[in-house]
């Protein structure tokens, strides 16, 4: 007999051999029913694998995250066996689970994969989900993985196994499919009702631009077609939000080749809009003791070995810029903390000077590949609100707590109102992949797990998502889509002062390290700007958007009255402009709807006589006659409703 935990604290007996479905069924036949994926002790496996040991198991759905990953791990299974059904000589690589949906990469040699073939595959897949093929798992000697992939002149799965281990290595077989696999899917293919190929792109093998060219297929699947056109619908209104589409819409930024990929050109309303963020947190900062600071562009070569950068990082980044004197290198700054580690090393510290709080709103560099860049969300040029708080040991804490409030203050003011937290931990069995001490790592770990409870969040935890240098917490905010993105940024970090040789003098007389805390509140504004155009669609709160006001005279003889009227605005500091195109009013205020300007101030006679003006609101149609005064009221309480001053 073994004993088996269970997520609720109870502990069942089953006898050896007993599978996940199997105690699924002693719980309820109606969840069983529902189960479609398992973890033992951690570790995914299918449902129908033997328990021989004592240990932790918790039972999925569709509903769970793993739920999903184990359902769409498997779609990718039924879209490669479509895939190879048409393309018989089509070169499987691999096809994983992703946020939403699966994909998988494949060498078409000389065939061309377009949207006009993804019917059929789907079709295909469909056919073969009726099938309810089981899949089942298997062991396979290494030897004999690499005879069946070498047979099929596969290099791609040949070069996977070679990196294997002998004893490591499992297929996955459903109905005449076979594949290389570690494991991780649902009892059977007939769960899947409901599937849609959604795109295709050009991938490297491996992610390197030095390997071949793949093509990668794009899928999701549901296990009711109810689910497959909600979710269609999502995306619909998703493409309506693009940042992209609406970004050159709107005139906010834009791309230029001959600038360079990845590289964004900010126009002069996107550059206001951008204004606006960085001088609402630099209130906030200021409120909370930062202290602004300014560094370069480029650094030495050296800054960045020392920081340990240019090892982790430095082959992906810009290659090192060589001046004309002989072994000098600058690099393109890819972080801003080692420029700040060396702005407090200028001078030396008490404790009593403690703690110190360095931001900059500085624009780094990374070598992003072409193929991941995406608009304003993956760029090669991007500015960080960043900041790095230098702080005693008995500091660390409720600095860090000070710092959740802030990044939450950000949130609140624009509209973010759904988020999770995650504590990102490194990996406890890879630790090679971290710097410094296990001490310090298991410090800095406990210090954000101790901040977070004492902040009341919820919080998951996430092994192997560490920095480098230290663990952070990260938030996962939803947009109005449902859609989660990782905005704001805390992390702690005992190294980096190791590495700088920072320190300041204690109460005892003696020099001590300071612990570091790095943040970002908005993470990149490039990347931050993208999901807020996504998640309003374009509809900024009104103390951020353009202009918050547009003047449409009836005629050309209101022209005057429409700039007196513009005067007045801005002397309560509304943003406002003056349309006087020979144009009538319906069109004037159809554009202003489409560009999304909130109000719209419609002037003529009878305004010009009373010395009033009539109001639309962006949406909502006519709101009725106001004085200059009121409507200035009006918008003042509309901007109090939104943000407040930030309360230390």
């Known amino acids: 007999m073994i004993n088996i935990s269970l997520p609720d604290g109870s502990v069942k007996e089953f006898k050896k051999n007993t599978t996940p479905m199997e105690v699924a069924k002693s719980i309820s036949e109606g969840f069983a029913r529902n189960v479609i994926s398992a973890k033992f002790n951690d570790q995914t496996i299918e449902v129908t694998t033997p328990l021989t040991t004592d240990g932790s198991l918790v039972l999925f759905t569709w509903r769970d995250k793993e739920g999903k990953k184990a359902f769409w791990h498997s779609s990718a299974h039924l879209m490669a066996q479509a895939i190879q059904f048409f393309y018989p000589e089509a070169k499987l690589t691999i096809g994983p689970a992703i946020e939403n949906g699966f994909y998988y990469d494949v060498d078409f040699g000389d065939k061309v994969l377009s949207e006009n073939d993804f019917k059929k595959i789907e079709d295909k897949m469909l056919e073969f989900a009726r099938q309810k093929s089981e899949f089942t798992k298997r062991s396979i000697s290494k030897a004999e993985a690499l005879k069946i992939y070498k047979e099929e002149h596969n290099e791609f799965k040949v070069e996977l196994i070679e990196n294997l281990e002998d004893g490591e290595i499992t297929f996955c077989d459903h109905s005449d499919f076979t594949d290389l696999c570690r494991g991780g899917h649902i009892p059977n293919t007939g769960l899947i009702k409901a599937v849609k190929i959604t795109s295709v792109a050009g991938a490297y093998w491996r992610g390197n631009e030095k390997n071949k060219q793949l093509t990668r297929v794009y899928g999701i699947s549901f296990p009711k077609q109810k689910e497959l056109k909600e979710y ?291 993470g990149s504004m490039e990347r931050f700007i993208a999901i807020l155009i996504e998640h309003t669609g374009g509809n900024f ?86 004085t200059i005064e009121s409507f200035a009221e009006l918008i003042q309480d509309e901007i109090d409703k939104t943000i407040k001053p930030f309360i230390v």
């Open 541 to 626: 709160p009104l103390w951020l958007t353009p202009e918050q006001a547009i003047i449409l005279p009836i005629s050309e003889k209101y022209e005057k009255y429409g700039k007196n009227v513009l005067n007045l605005l801005e002397n309560s500091e509304i943003r406002a402009l003056v349309d006087n195109r020979n144009e009538k009013i319906g069109r004037k205020i159809r554009d202003a709807e489409i560009n999304k300007i909130p109000y719209m101030i419609i002037i003529g006679e009878n305004e010009m006589n009373e010395g009033t003006i009539s109001v639309r609101r962006h949406g909502d149609g006519d709101l009725g006659t106001f």
């Open 232 to 522: 269609l619908a999502l995306l619909e209104e998703a493409k309506k939000r693009d940042h992209r589409k609406l970004g050159k819409e709107l005139e906010l930024f834009t791309f230029s080749p001959k600038v360079g990929q990845g590289l964004p050109l900010w126009l002069p309303k996107g550059a206001a809009l951008r204004e606006r963020l960085e001088q609402f947190l630099k209130r906030a900062q200021k409120k909370a003791g930062y202290e602004m600071v300014i560094t370069p562009h480029i650094g030495q070569k050296e800054l960045y070995v020392t920081s340990g950068h240019y090892a982790k990082y430095g082959e992906d980044s810009f290659q090192p810029i060589h001046t004309p004197k002989e072994d000098e290198e600058f690099l393109l700054k890819p972080m801003n903390c080692p420029h700040h580690c060396e702005i407090f090393n200028t001078k030396p510290y008490s404790y009593k000077d403690l703690p110190k709080r360095f931001a900059e709103f500085g624009t780094v560099y990374r070598y992003e590949q072409s193929g991941e860049l995406h608009g304003l969300t993956r760029v090669r040029g991007f500015t960080q609100d960043d900041a790095h708080i230098f702080c005693t040991p008995d500091q660390l804490i409720e600095e860090f707590k000070n710092v959740i409030d802030l990044v939450l203050y950000v949130f609140s003011s624009l509209g973010f109102k759904e988020f999770t937290t995650q504590i990102s931990l490194r990996d406890p069995d890879n630790k090679e992949k971290y710097i410094g001490s296990d001490e310090n790592w298991e410090k800095a770990e406990s210090a954000i797990v101790e901040a977070t409870k004492e902040k009341n969040l919820k919080t998951v935890i996430e092994y192997g998502e560490a920095a480098f240098y230290g663990p952070k917490l990260d938030f996962m905010v939803k947009d109005v889509l449902g859609r989660s993105w990782q905005l704001g940024t805390i992390q702690v970090d005992y190294n980096l002062p190791e590495r700088f040789d920072l320190n300041y003098k204690g109460s005892d007389n003696q020099l001590h390290r300071p612990v570091m805390i790095h943040r970002a509140p908005f």
